[in-house]
Protein backbone atom coordinates (compact mmCIF):
# COMPACT_ATOMS: atom_id res chain seq x y z
CA UNK A 1 0.00 0.00 0.00
CA UNK A 2 0.74 3.33 -0.40
CA UNK A 3 -0.08 7.80 -0.32
CA UNK A 4 -0.59 9.34 -3.64
CA UNK A 5 -0.15 13.50 -3.76
CA UNK A 6 -0.07 15.82 -6.91
CA UNK A 7 1.63 19.04 -6.51
CA UNK A 8 0.52 21.58 -8.72
CA UNK A 9 -0.37 19.51 -11.80
CA UNK A 10 -0.58 20.69 -15.23
CA UNK A 11 -1.23 18.90 -18.54
CA UNK A 12 -0.97 20.63 -21.80
CA UNK A 13 -1.46 19.00 -25.34
CA UNK A 14 -0.03 21.93 -27.76
CA UNK A 15 -1.32 25.31 -26.99
CA UNK A 16 -4.27 23.89 -25.39
CA UNK A 17 -4.44 23.57 -21.07
CA UNK A 18 -5.97 20.60 -20.02
CA UNK A 19 -5.33 20.39 -16.56
CA UNK A 20 -4.92 23.33 -14.60
CA UNK A 21 -2.57 23.42 -11.49
CA UNK A 22 -4.46 20.17 -9.79
CA UNK A 23 -2.96 19.41 -6.13
CA UNK A 24 -4.91 16.52 -3.52
CA UNK A 25 -3.33 13.81 -1.31
CA UNK A 26 -4.83 10.08 -1.23
CA UNK A 27 -3.88 8.49 2.18
CA UNK A 28 -2.94 4.63 2.34
CA UNK A 29 -5.35 2.81 1.67
CA UNK A 30 -7.48 4.73 0.58
CA UNK A 31 -10.05 4.32 -2.59
CA UNK A 32 -10.55 7.75 -4.37
CA UNK A 33 -12.96 8.28 -7.32
CA UNK A 34 -12.52 10.72 -9.52
CA UNK A 35 -15.66 11.83 -11.45
CA UNK A 36 -16.48 14.27 -14.03
CA UNK A 37 -18.41 14.99 -17.55
CA UNK A 38 -16.58 13.91 -20.64
CA UNK A 39 -13.41 16.00 -21.35
CA UNK A 40 -12.68 17.16 -17.24
CA UNK A 41 -9.08 15.63 -17.29
CA UNK A 42 -9.98 13.15 -14.90
CA UNK A 43 -8.46 10.26 -17.12
CA UNK A 44 -5.59 11.82 -18.40
CA UNK A 45 -4.71 12.75 -14.84
CA UNK A 46 -4.91 8.52 -14.14
CA UNK A 47 -2.99 8.08 -17.42
CA UNK A 48 -0.51 10.64 -15.89
CA UNK A 49 -0.34 8.68 -12.92
CA UNK A 50 0.54 5.61 -14.58
CA UNK A 51 2.92 6.99 -16.69
CA UNK A 52 1.06 6.89 -20.18
CA UNK A 53 0.97 10.61 -20.05
CA UNK A 54 3.76 13.22 -19.70
CA UNK A 55 3.02 15.53 -17.11
CA UNK A 56 3.61 19.56 -18.26
CA UNK A 57 4.14 20.77 -14.80
CA UNK A 58 3.80 19.71 -10.97
CA UNK A 59 4.73 16.80 -9.61
CA UNK A 60 3.03 13.31 -8.55
CA UNK A 61 4.58 11.10 -5.37
CA UNK A 62 4.01 7.23 -4.48
CA UNK A 63 5.34 7.42 -0.49
CA UNK A 64 6.93 10.26 -0.96
CA UNK A 65 8.91 9.66 -4.16
CA UNK A 66 8.57 11.86 -7.15
CA UNK A 67 7.63 9.39 -9.76
CA UNK A 68 7.49 12.31 -12.91
CA UNK A 69 10.30 10.73 -14.56
CA UNK A 70 10.21 7.18 -13.87
CA UNK A 71 8.56 4.29 -16.43
CA UNK A 72 5.58 3.23 -16.11
CA UNK A 73 6.60 -0.28 -15.53
CA UNK A 74 8.91 1.03 -12.37
CA UNK A 75 5.95 2.76 -10.69
CA UNK A 76 4.57 -0.18 -9.04
CA UNK A 77 1.08 0.37 -10.03
CA UNK A 78 -1.39 -1.94 -11.58
CA UNK A 79 -4.05 -0.34 -14.18
CA UNK A 80 -7.31 -1.95 -15.20
CA UNK A 81 -8.72 -0.44 -18.58
CA UNK A 82 -12.43 0.11 -20.07
CA UNK A 83 -11.23 -2.01 -23.06
CA UNK A 84 -10.06 -5.37 -20.74
CA UNK A 85 -6.87 -5.04 -22.76
CA UNK A 86 -6.56 -9.36 -22.49
CA UNK A 87 -4.45 -11.02 -25.10
CA UNK A 88 -6.83 -13.22 -26.93
CA UNK A 89 -4.30 -16.07 -27.61
CA UNK A 90 -3.74 -16.81 -24.20
CA UNK A 91 -5.92 -18.70 -21.27
CA UNK A 92 -7.29 -16.83 -18.70
CA UNK A 93 -4.11 -18.73 -16.37
CA UNK A 94 -1.44 -17.13 -19.06
CA UNK A 95 -3.50 -13.33 -19.03
CA UNK A 96 -3.01 -12.93 -15.37
CA UNK A 97 0.59 -14.68 -15.10
CA UNK A 98 2.00 -12.42 -17.83
CA UNK A 99 3.50 -9.87 -15.86
CA UNK A 100 5.31 -11.51 -13.32
CA UNK A 101 6.73 -13.82 -16.38
CA UNK A 102 8.13 -10.49 -17.80
CA UNK A 103 9.58 -9.88 -14.51
CA UNK A 104 11.10 -13.74 -14.82
CA UNK A 105 9.72 -14.29 -11.10
CA UNK A 106 9.70 -17.65 -9.84
CA UNK A 107 7.16 -20.36 -11.02
CA UNK A 108 5.95 -21.00 -7.98
CA UNK A 109 5.43 -17.97 -7.02
CA UNK A 110 3.80 -17.01 -9.96
CA UNK A 111 1.52 -19.97 -9.61
CA UNK A 112 0.36 -19.03 -6.17
CA UNK A 113 -0.14 -15.67 -6.97
CA UNK A 114 -2.40 -16.70 -9.63
CA UNK A 115 -4.34 -19.19 -7.50
CA UNK A 116 -4.87 -16.67 -5.13
CA UNK A 117 -6.53 -14.17 -7.23
CA UNK A 118 -8.40 -16.72 -9.05
CA UNK A 119 -9.92 -17.90 -5.53
CA UNK A 120 -10.50 -13.89 -4.91
CA UNK A 121 -12.60 -13.60 -7.77
CA UNK A 122 -14.02 -16.89 -8.52
CA UNK A 123 -11.96 -17.17 -11.61
CA UNK A 124 -10.93 -21.34 -10.35
CA UNK A 125 -13.25 -22.78 -12.94
CA UNK A 126 -11.99 -20.55 -15.69
CA UNK A 127 -8.34 -20.30 -16.19
CA UNK A 128 -7.65 -22.66 -18.78
CA UNK A 129 -10.46 -21.09 -20.84
CA UNK A 130 -9.83 -18.01 -23.78
CA UNK A 131 -11.09 -14.42 -23.37
CA UNK A 132 -13.60 -14.96 -26.02
CA UNK A 133 -15.19 -18.05 -24.16
CA UNK A 134 -15.68 -15.52 -21.44
CA UNK A 135 -18.72 -13.15 -20.84
CA UNK A 136 -18.06 -9.18 -20.16
CA UNK A 137 -18.14 -9.40 -16.66
CA UNK A 138 -15.58 -12.52 -16.81
CA UNK A 139 -12.98 -10.29 -19.50
CA UNK A 140 -13.12 -7.36 -16.50
CA UNK A 141 -12.38 -9.85 -13.88
CA UNK A 142 -9.62 -11.45 -15.75
CA UNK A 143 -8.40 -7.94 -15.75
CA UNK A 144 -8.59 -6.96 -11.95
CA UNK A 145 -7.06 -10.14 -11.23
CA UNK A 146 -3.74 -9.59 -13.86
CA UNK A 147 -3.73 -6.83 -11.68
CA UNK A 148 -4.10 -8.46 -8.46
CA UNK A 149 -1.10 -10.88 -8.96
CA UNK A 150 1.42 -8.10 -9.42
CA UNK A 151 0.92 -7.18 -6.01
CA UNK A 152 1.09 -3.26 -6.57
CA UNK A 153 1.00 -0.13 -4.16
CA UNK A 154 -1.91 1.30 -6.39
CA UNK A 155 -4.44 0.27 -8.10
CA UNK A 156 -5.94 2.24 -11.13
CA UNK A 157 -8.98 1.83 -12.50
CA UNK A 158 -10.39 3.70 -16.43
CA UNK A 159 -13.70 3.80 -16.35
CA UNK A 160 -13.48 -0.19 -16.01
CA UNK A 161 -17.67 -1.18 -16.44
CA UNK A 162 -18.41 1.22 -18.74
CA UNK A 163 -18.80 -1.32 -21.19
CA UNK A 164 -21.45 -3.68 -18.83
CA UNK A 165 -24.89 -3.66 -19.19
CA UNK A 166 -26.68 -1.86 -16.12
CA UNK A 167 -27.16 -5.42 -13.83
CA UNK A 168 -23.76 -6.46 -14.09
CA UNK A 169 -22.26 -2.88 -12.99
CA UNK A 170 -23.93 -3.04 -9.98
CA UNK A 171 -22.81 -6.53 -9.46
CA UNK A 172 -19.24 -5.25 -10.54
CA UNK A 173 -19.15 -2.15 -8.29
CA UNK A 174 -19.80 -4.19 -5.06
CA UNK A 175 -17.17 -6.90 -6.38
CA UNK A 176 -14.17 -3.96 -6.77
CA UNK A 177 -15.29 -2.73 -3.33
CA UNK A 178 -14.99 -5.82 -1.55
CA UNK A 179 -12.18 -6.50 -3.51
CA UNK A 180 -10.60 -2.90 -2.23
CA UNK A 181 -11.96 -3.93 1.38
CA UNK A 182 -10.08 -7.08 1.18
CA UNK A 183 -6.77 -6.22 -0.27
CA UNK A 184 -6.74 -2.76 1.34
CA UNK A 185 -4.16 -1.58 -1.82
CA UNK A 186 -4.60 2.16 -2.72
CA UNK A 187 -6.87 2.48 -5.44
CA UNK A 188 -7.72 5.66 -7.68
CA UNK A 189 -10.71 4.90 -9.73
CA UNK A 190 -12.04 7.29 -13.21
CA UNK A 191 -15.84 7.39 -13.87
CA UNK A 192 -18.10 9.90 -15.24
CA UNK A 193 -21.15 8.00 -13.56
CA UNK A 194 -21.56 9.69 -9.92
CA UNK A 195 -23.53 6.76 -8.58
CA UNK A 196 -20.25 4.42 -9.36
CA UNK A 197 -18.46 7.26 -7.57
CA UNK A 198 -21.00 7.60 -4.69
CA UNK A 199 -21.59 4.06 -3.84
CA UNK A 200 -18.10 2.78 -4.05
CA UNK A 201 -15.04 5.79 -2.65
CA UNK A 202 -14.31 7.06 0.39
CA UNK A 203 -13.43 10.18 -1.39
CA UNK A 204 -14.26 11.65 -4.41
CA UNK A 205 -12.92 14.07 -6.13
CA UNK A 206 -15.28 16.45 -8.61
CA UNK A 207 -13.64 17.69 -11.77
CA UNK A 208 -14.67 20.11 -14.37
CA UNK A 209 -12.17 21.71 -17.20
CA UNK A 210 -9.22 20.29 -15.56
CA UNK A 211 -9.53 21.95 -11.91
CA UNK A 212 -10.71 20.11 -8.93
CA UNK A 213 -14.70 21.71 -7.68
CA UNK A 214 -14.76 19.57 -4.22
CA UNK A 215 -13.65 16.83 -2.48
CA UNK A 216 -15.15 14.77 0.19
CA UNK A 217 -17.05 11.85 1.33
CA UNK A 218 -19.87 10.71 -0.74
CA UNK A 219 -22.01 12.02 2.18
CA UNK A 220 -20.72 15.27 2.32
CA UNK A 221 -20.86 16.14 -1.26
CA UNK A 222 -24.58 15.37 -1.88
CA UNK A 223 -25.06 17.17 1.48
CA UNK A 224 -22.98 19.47 1.47
CA UNK A 225 -21.90 20.84 -2.38
CA UNK A 226 -19.65 23.43 -2.65
CA UNK A 227 -21.39 25.18 -5.62
CA UNK A 228 -24.04 24.53 -8.23
CA UNK A 229 -21.61 22.53 -10.50
CA UNK A 230 -21.30 19.97 -7.66
CA UNK A 231 -24.75 20.42 -6.09
CA UNK A 232 -26.25 19.41 -9.59
CA UNK A 233 -23.63 16.74 -10.73
CA UNK A 234 -23.92 14.48 -7.66
CA UNK A 235 -26.77 13.11 -7.32
CA UNK A 236 -29.91 11.05 -9.13
CA UNK A 237 -31.84 12.44 -10.20
CA UNK A 238 -30.00 15.94 -10.21
CA UNK A 239 -30.79 18.48 -7.76
CA UNK A 240 -33.90 21.28 -8.60
CA UNK A 241 -32.32 24.67 -9.54
CA UNK A 242 -34.06 27.59 -10.20
CA UNK A 243 -33.78 31.51 -10.02
CA UNK A 244 -35.00 34.29 -7.54
CA UNK A 245 -34.29 36.73 -4.96
CA UNK A 246 -33.07 36.13 -1.12
CA UNK A 247 -35.68 37.59 1.36
CA UNK A 248 -35.22 37.88 5.26
CA UNK A 249 -38.07 39.26 7.79
CA UNK A 250 -39.01 38.60 11.16
CA UNK A 251 -37.08 35.52 11.65
CA UNK A 252 -37.96 33.67 8.45
CA UNK A 253 -36.05 33.17 4.96
CA UNK A 254 -37.41 32.33 1.92
CA UNK A 255 -36.50 32.77 -1.52
CA UNK A 256 -39.42 34.70 -4.01
CA UNK A 257 -39.71 33.00 -7.49
CA UNK A 258 -42.58 33.73 -9.66
CA UNK A 259 -44.80 34.67 -7.03
CA UNK A 260 -43.65 31.98 -4.77
CA UNK A 261 -42.12 32.51 -1.49
CA UNK A 262 -39.79 29.21 -1.63
CA UNK A 263 -38.65 28.59 2.48
CA UNK A 264 -35.43 28.71 3.31
CA UNK A 265 -33.57 27.81 7.08
CA UNK A 266 -33.58 31.05 9.06
CA UNK A 267 -29.79 30.95 9.74
CA UNK A 268 -29.10 31.09 5.99
CA UNK A 269 -26.06 33.79 4.47
CA UNK A 270 -26.50 36.36 2.04
CA UNK A 271 -28.45 39.59 2.11
CA UNK A 272 -32.00 41.14 1.21
CA UNK A 273 -33.02 41.14 -2.22
CA UNK A 274 -29.51 39.17 -3.68
CA UNK A 275 -30.00 37.15 -6.27
CA UNK A 276 -29.46 33.41 -5.82
CA UNK A 277 -29.88 29.79 -7.26
CA UNK A 278 -32.42 28.04 -4.97
CA UNK A 279 -31.79 24.19 -5.11
CA UNK A 280 -33.70 21.57 -3.65
CA UNK A 281 -33.44 17.91 -4.02
CA UNK A 282 -36.05 15.63 -5.64
CA UNK A 283 -36.07 13.72 -2.44
CA UNK A 284 -36.87 16.40 -0.19
CA UNK A 285 -40.06 17.59 -1.14
CA UNK A 286 -43.26 15.85 -0.19
CA UNK A 287 -47.02 15.59 -1.52
CA UNK A 288 -50.10 16.77 -0.23
CA UNK A 289 -53.42 18.08 -1.01
CA UNK A 290 -54.14 21.05 -3.29
CA UNK A 291 -53.73 24.26 -1.57
CA UNK A 292 -51.96 23.18 1.44
CA UNK A 293 -48.84 23.75 -0.24
CA UNK A 294 -46.88 25.04 -3.35
CA UNK A 295 -49.61 24.63 -5.82
CA UNK A 296 -48.34 22.36 -9.01
CA UNK A 297 -49.39 20.60 -11.69
CA UNK A 298 -48.18 16.87 -12.79
CA UNK A 299 -46.58 16.59 -16.04
CA UNK A 300 -45.65 12.98 -15.99
CA UNK A 301 -45.70 9.95 -13.63
CA UNK A 302 -42.51 7.43 -13.48
CA UNK A 303 -43.19 4.23 -11.52
CA UNK A 304 -40.10 2.65 -10.62
CA UNK A 305 -41.75 0.18 -7.94
CA UNK A 306 -40.07 0.86 -4.61
CA UNK A 307 -40.33 4.32 -5.82
CA UNK A 308 -41.77 7.35 -7.94
CA UNK A 309 -40.47 10.03 -9.75
CA UNK A 310 -42.88 13.00 -10.63
CA UNK A 311 -42.34 15.95 -12.92
CA UNK A 312 -44.11 18.48 -11.83
CA UNK A 313 -44.63 22.49 -13.53
CA UNK A 314 -44.78 25.58 -10.88
CA UNK A 315 -45.14 28.48 -12.93
CA UNK A 316 -42.84 27.94 -16.19
CA UNK A 317 -40.34 26.22 -14.12
CA UNK A 318 -40.59 22.48 -14.13
CA UNK A 319 -38.74 19.93 -11.44
CA UNK A 320 -38.52 16.15 -10.44
CA UNK A 321 -39.85 14.88 -7.18
CA UNK A 322 -39.08 11.35 -5.97
CA UNK A 323 -41.48 10.01 -3.45
CA UNK A 324 -40.96 6.56 -1.55
CA UNK A 325 -43.84 3.86 -2.75
CA UNK A 326 -46.64 4.86 -5.10
CA UNK A 327 -49.07 7.20 -5.68
CA UNK A 328 -52.04 7.97 -7.15
CA UNK A 329 -51.60 11.20 -8.67
CA UNK A 330 -52.23 11.19 -12.40
CA UNK A 331 -50.66 13.79 -15.13
CA UNK A 332 -52.80 16.90 -15.02
CA UNK A 333 -53.67 15.98 -11.42
CA UNK A 334 -53.06 19.60 -9.12
CA UNK A 335 -50.97 18.48 -5.90
CA UNK A 336 -49.41 20.50 -3.22
CA UNK A 337 -45.28 20.60 -2.34
CA UNK A 338 -44.17 20.16 1.53
CA UNK A 339 -40.77 21.30 1.44
CA UNK A 340 -37.92 21.29 4.40
CA UNK A 341 -36.81 24.72 4.33
CA UNK A 342 -33.58 22.86 6.14
CA UNK A 343 -33.13 20.93 3.54
CA UNK A 344 -32.91 24.24 0.71
CA UNK A 345 -29.92 25.06 -0.70
CA UNK A 346 -29.04 28.27 -2.13
CA UNK A 347 -25.81 29.21 -4.62
CA UNK A 348 -24.75 33.05 -5.49
CA UNK A 349 -25.98 33.56 -9.32
CA UNK A 350 -22.74 34.86 -10.39
CA UNK A 351 -20.45 32.55 -8.99
CA UNK A 352 -22.20 29.41 -8.41
CA UNK A 353 -20.91 29.04 -4.60
CA UNK A 354 -22.79 28.15 -1.78
CA UNK A 355 -24.32 30.26 0.61
CA UNK A 356 -24.55 29.44 4.12
Not at 80 to 94: G, I
Not at 155 to 162: A, G, I
Not at 251 to 272: F, K, L, N, Y
Not at 302 to 315: D, F, I, K, N, R
Request: net charge negative; aromatic share 6%; with cysteine.
Amino acid sequence: MASVAFQKIEKSFGRVKIIHGISFDISDGEFVVLVGPSGCGKSTLLRMLAGLEDISAGEISIDGRVINELDSKDRDIAMVFQSYALYPHMTVRDNMAFSLKLRRADAALTSQRVGDAARILNLELLLDRFPRELSGGQRQRVAMGRAIVRDPKVFLFDEPLSNLDAKLRVAMRAEIKALHQRLKTTTVYVTHDQIEAMTMADRIVVMNEGIIEQIGTPLDLFDHPGNLFVAQFIGSPSMNVFAGELHQAAGRSWVQAEGIQWPVAATTAGREGQAVHYGIRPGDIGITAPGTGIDARVIVVEPTGAETELLLEVGTSRFIVVLHGRTQVQPDDLVGLQIDAAKAHLFEQGSGKRLG
